[in-house]
């Protein structure tokens, strides 16, 4: 099973300031088959990228995702209002599907 | 639109059976694979497996293999997930979810509203 490790844990930040997660997994990820999804309270997880680096439909192109291997990245390059929230990582190219354990973006 | 309506929450004692809903809309249901997410209280997201509504193929997470069943009635683009001895333990929030493509390996695009499972004496 591969462990993926976000960091770091939580994330103070001002609107307006760039937001960069990590998201390291224990082995490697299967052709970049690397998510990432958002999940703000009392609501389902909503997906922003895939592929490691592909926008989902209707994301906002301030949210950029990068990395191959063990190595991942999401970037926010301006925080919004609206992004707050706890964003987690999955690799979906080795069974058991797994995800991080969420990094949570908060206002400063 | 492609939507996915879970069922209502539930309340239970521990030992007791569940079978869970999660019925899907505004697309060929037989052709995408449904998965199935725990969130237990204040924690975050678990892979618990995934159907193929087309033919009921099914795998598991070797976590909740055994402690629940995935299934689907394509007659009525519905999957499920049940328990038959529920424990305090299976208390979370429970979400479905459809793959972005067809194929097995797939991200999770379209989810349902999620399903709180509370089990309580």
């Known amino acids: 099973e591969i462990v993926l490790t976000q960091s770091p844990g939580t994330l103070s930040l001002s609107p307006g300031e760039r937001a960069t997660l990590s998201c390291r997994a224990s082995q490697s990820v299967t052709s970049s088959y690397l998510a990432w999804y958002q999940q703000k309270p009392g609501q389902a997880p909503r997906l922003l990228i895939y592929?490691?680096?592909t926008r989902a439909t209707g994301i906002p192109d301030r949210f950029s995702g990068s990395g191959s291997g063990t190595d991942f990245t999401l970037t926010i390059s301006r925080l919004e209002p609206e992004d707050f929230a706890v964003y987690y990582c999955?690799?979906?190219?080795?069974?058991?599907?797994?995800f991080g354990q969420g990094t949570k973006v908060e206002i400063k | 639109e492609v939507q996915l309506v879970q069922s209502g929450a539930e309340v239970k004692k521990p030992g007791e059976s569940l079978k869970i809903s999660c019925k899907g809309s505004?697309?060929?249901?037989?052709?995408?694979?449904i998965g199935w997410v725990r969130q237990m209280p204040g924690k975050g997201l678990e892979w618990m497996g995934i159907i193929y509504p087309g033919d009921s193929d099914t795998r598991y997470s070797p976590s909740f293999q055994g402690q629940v069943t995935i299934s689907a009635d394509k007659s009525i683009s519905t999957a499920y997930l049940q328990w038959s001895s529920l424990k305090a333990s299976d208390t979370a929030m429970y979400y479905c979810?459809?793959?972005?493509?067809?194929?097995?390996?797939?991200?999770?695009?379209?989810w349902g509203q999620g399903t709180l499972v509370t089990v309580s004496s």
């Open positions: 592929g490691a680096s």
């Open positions: 505004g697309y060929s249901f037989t052709s995408y694979w």
């Open positions: 979810a459809r793959h972005l493509g067809m194929a097995t390996i797939s991200v999770l695009t379209n």
């Open positions: 999955q690799q979906y190219g080795s069974s058991p599907r797994t």
